[in-house]
């Protein structure tokens, strides 16, 4: 599930929506894997492609050359990576690493950017804590929905470890021993606690030495410890050990996943009940246009465009690829939808621009807060393959 707020801050900095023949907006998707012999001469002749295709659409070169200058340049670990960047008025407005290379690639230049793959392959927000910890404290890393800031703990540090001898002090010195361990561990626990509830985390992960993990877990608030799923690991290592890195990974996939269910069960039940649910394109796009939308549902069969869309002049209307179906028309504002230019000037907008289905849905439903979830073709079935879960129903 992609949350409206991860994209909204793109959609601020675009140029307004003009009319036919005006500015646009550029929407390059690349692979960009790196590791591979040839691997810079591979991607500038996959940009060099993509340029032409969109100068040809109408992109204007300064946009091309800023998004030119920022192709290949994220150098992450060998293997398998795409990009896309979003670039308009000569700036690039968005770029972003994807964990896969695109399906194939695609290049358009059109009123709004093209994002459904990228919401198809962007990883969802998940707000987690992850805290490494031992004895002597803990390294907590906050995933917020903007940003991952790193914390080091420390508590006391004497007595830390138990001597293992005898004599009359020694249950004195290892009572204060572990007075020390359960000192620390709540020193962790409450900046965990504080964590969860600043950020609204989904998934307390805790990894490090066991009887410090222990300590931990039983020092957290009742609504921290819900949330909390352990690694067995027996030491302190680095919160950035690829090892570590990849499990919490999978566990945040794993939460993801299940909210996705979740989601669609609720949908599929709202539908049962013909309540607070709507499935097919008309009543989808009149929901949107009223702000009703908690979450979108879209199923990805299709959703491709052509790497050069081509377009009939009199309507706009996609053709070749994409049927003229698969169009949709908008004005200024995120509300501003439809399925013909005459209900856009029924809305007020004296110059309805058309675009590609998606881009539309996906632009109101970022406008108007909602979720959207990508949905792999089966189940559940929607009508036009567009579905909404509603916040709420208008009377009668």
């Not at 989808?284 to 246009?289: F, H, K, N, S, Y």
Request: proline fraction near 8%; glycine fraction near 10%.
């Amino acid at each position: 599930m992609i949350r409206a707020d991860v994209l909204s801050t793109l959609y601020e900095q675009l140029p307004p929506v003009a009319p036919a023949g005006g500015a646009g907006v550029a929407t390059a998707y690349l692979d960009t894997t790196h590791g591979v012999e040839n691997a810079a001469k591979l991607i500038e002749l996959r940009w060099r492609e993509e340029r032409r295709s969109l100068a040809r659409q109408g992109a204007d070169e300064s946009t091309l050359d800023a998004i030119g200058e920022l192709v290949g340049v994220h150098r992450r670990p060998p293997g398998p990576q795409g990009q896309v960047l979003v670039g308009a008025a000569g700036e690039v407005r968005y770029d972003a690493v994807l964990p896969q290379p695109p399906p194939r690639q695609a290049a358009r230049f059109a009123a709004l950017p093209h994002l459904m793959p990228l919401v198809a392959q962007l990883r969802p927000l998940v707000p987690h804590v992850l805290a490494v910890v031992d004895r002597a404290g803990g390294d907590v890393t906050v995933h917020g929905p903007d940003t991952a800031e790193e914390h080091e703990l420390s508590g006391r540090d004497y007595p830390l470890h138990k001597s293992g001898q005898g004599g009359w002090s020694a249950p004195k010195y290892e009572h204060r021993t572990e007075e020390t361990w359960a000192e620390n561990a709540r020193l962790v626990a409450a900046f965990v606690d504080s964590a969860v509830r600043r950020v609204g985390a989904r998934l307390v992960v805790l990894s490090g030495d066991p009887k410090a993990r222990s300590l931990v877990r039983d020092g957290l608030g009742k609504r921290s410890r819900e949330l909390v799923t352990e690694i067995d690991e027996d030491v302190r290592h680095s919160a950035h050990d690829e090892s570590l890195q990849q499990q919490v990974d999978r566990l945040v996939a794993d939460v993801a996943a299940g909210e996705d269910a979740a989601a669609v069960a609720r949908f599929e039940e709202e539908c049962g009940q013909r309540d607070k649910a709507v499935t097919g394109l008309a009543a989808t796009i009149e929901a949107l246009r009223l702000a009703q939308v908690e979450t979108l549902f879209w199923t990805l069969d299709g959703t491709e465009p052509a790497t050069e869309p081509a377009t009939e002049p009199a309507t706009g209307a996609v053709i070749g690829a994409d049927a003229p179906s698969a169009v949709a028309w908008i004005g200024p504002e995120p509300v501003h939808l439809g399925l013909t230019p005459a209900q856009l000037r029924a809305l007020g907008v004296p110059d309805p621009v058309s675009d590609r289905l998606d881009a539309v849905l996906v632009r109101a439903a970022v406008g108007t807060g909602a979720s959207i979830v990508a949905l792999q073709p089966g189940r559940p079935r929607l009508t036009d393959d567009v579905g909404a879960l509603l916040r709420y129903t208008l009377p009668g």
